[in-house]
């Protein structure tokens, strides 16, 4: 990604738009670029009106240079000029910057919408409790609830898509600030908007997503690991290019074309896999590791048989999520073998496609335009019935095996989702009335 920092200096006058607005059409088809173009504009007017208005400019707290880093994510997802506007827009409209009256009328209905779906999702960073110490001050229960709420909430994709760069955003931007705003932002990156990344098979968001809540909510281990990784660096770069050159060669000769290229592991999973079985950091195989990308499906299966035919594999590292993929869509081949000086490699087979769905996930099948004829809408509205069912996400570090069931009787059935006063989530049938939730809150205020 291009950081936004390439176009601009410490002052707004100086960010180069129009080079900027280039290099987004260069990621994604945008068929009225002055739309975006007014709309950046009309942030950018209100950012430096408050600006002069507050005799202070601090850019890092700029909501035009967030919304302008919000675009560059999700033109990355390749989502549509509509979502665009609407990132570009977001921040000014909830700091109170521009009504949300104007951004209909000027960008029209839909933008609007999308951004007030956005600042519905944002309700959760307003839910803490100081009474209870669980995750993000909610019980198990209430975060439970909450979620299930955002599942209610979410009637358009593109709303979740925004929030998930804006809270990329926020987490990357909380480097210099205080000990309580960095743990407050990681838990609830962590536990909320890194596994409705995972789950809408967004691979390269979870990552960041995840290892940057790692750093604040552990920063001991993280910097450790992060030291570990750094003196082996040079090592298993020299390492990973030996074997990546040897494969090459294999695959060409059996005439599978492919791509090969090393992957990083990144700090989160090494954590995770040494808690979870017990391993010291030099006993953590896949810090070693390669992605296969070939053509067709049949390419994956040959290039696996070519991986074990140069290299021992070990039985239990494999892994075929191509014949029985993850529950938000992930297909890839894993195994691990002993390669060269008896190191174990980690190898990731897949398609390109894979690929592009792993990195993108439900980004890579929807496109947001031509929805307008009936057979169109009819399509998506079975895409977010879907959606419905995948955003019943667990905690991954938890046991997924309920999740059929629970989805089957907790998602099916429509329902309604109350805050109370202090801020818990009341979860009510679709037929209830207010008498309900109040009898719900307590018996006494029913009556």
């Not at 995750?135 to 009637?155: C, H, N, P, W, Y």
């Not at 010291?280 to 696996?304: G, P, Q, S």
């Not at 993850?326 to 190191?343: C, D, F, M, W």
């Not at 009341?426 to 006494?444: E, G, I, N």
């Amino acid at each position: 990604m291009v950081k936004i920092r390439d176009y601009h200096s410490s002052q707004l006058e100086s960010f180069d738009l129009d080079a900027w607005l280039k290099h987004i059409q260069l990621k994604v088809e945008i068929k009225e670029i002055e739309r975006l173009q007014h709309a950046c504009l009309l942030s950018q007017q209100v950012d430096k009106q408050a600006a002069d208005e507050n005799r202070i400019w601090a850019e890092n707290h700029s909501s035009y240079f967030t919304g302008i880093e919000m675009v560059e994510i999700l033109a990355d997802l390749h989502l549509d000029q509509d979502a665009l506007i609407a990132a570009v827009l977001y921040r000014a409209v909830r700091e109170k910057k521009i009504a949300i009256e104007k951004v209909e009328a000027e960008f029209g209905a839909t933008v609007a919408k999308l951004i007030q779906g956005v600042l519905q999702m944002a309700a959760i960073s307003l839910l803490q409790n100081p009474e209870e110490q669980q995750v993000f001050g909610q019980s198990t229960e209430q975060v439970d609830k909450l979620r299930k709420m955002l599942v209610a909430l979410i009637d358009d994709v593109r709303v979740a898509l925004i929030k998930l760069a804006e809270r990329t955003c926020a987490i990357r931007a909380i480097k210099n600030a205080s000990a309580e705003k960095k743990s407050r932002v990681a838990r609830e990156v962590f536990y909320i908007y890194s596994p409705l990344a995972h789950r809408l098979g967004i691979g390269h968001l979870k990552w960041e997503l995840e290892d940057l809540a790692f750093r604040y909510l552990e920063p001991d281990v993280y910097s450790r690991i992060a030291s570990l990784l750094d003196e082996k660096r040079v090592d298993r770069e020299k390492y990973i290019h030996t074997v990546q050159s040897e494969l090459e060669q294999s695959l060409k000769q059996a005439g599978v074309e492919a791509t090969v290229m090393g992957r990083v592991k990144h700090i989160y999973s090494i954590w995770r896999k040494m808690r979870q079985k017990k391993l010291d950091f030099h006993e953590i195989y896949d810090i070693r590791a390669l992605r296969i990308l070939v053509k067709e499906m049949k390419d994956c299966y040959a290039a696996l048989g070519i991986v074990h035919a140069i290299w021992r594999y070990i039985p239990k590292e494999f892994d075929d999520y191509v014949a029985q993929p993850k529950l938000n869509g992930y297909r890839s081949l894993h195994t691990a073998v002993i390669g060269p000086e008896g190191k174990i490699l980690e190898v990731q087979i897949r398609t390109v496609a894979m690929h592009e769905e792993a990195e993108l996930g439900v980004c890579a099948h929807w496109r947001y335009k031509g929805m307008d004829t009936r057979s169109e809408a009819s399509s998506y509205e079975a895409k977010i019935a879907w959606l419905r069912q995948v955003l019943e996400w667990q905690d991954e570090l938890g046991d997924l095996s309920g999740f059929v069931e629970e989805f089957r009787h907790d998602i099916v059935e429509d329902r309604i989702y109350v805050f109370t006063p202090d801020g818990h989530v009341v979860d009510l049938p679709k037929d209830a009335t207010p008498v309900d939730f109040a009898f719900t809150v307590h018996s006494q205020v029913g009556f």
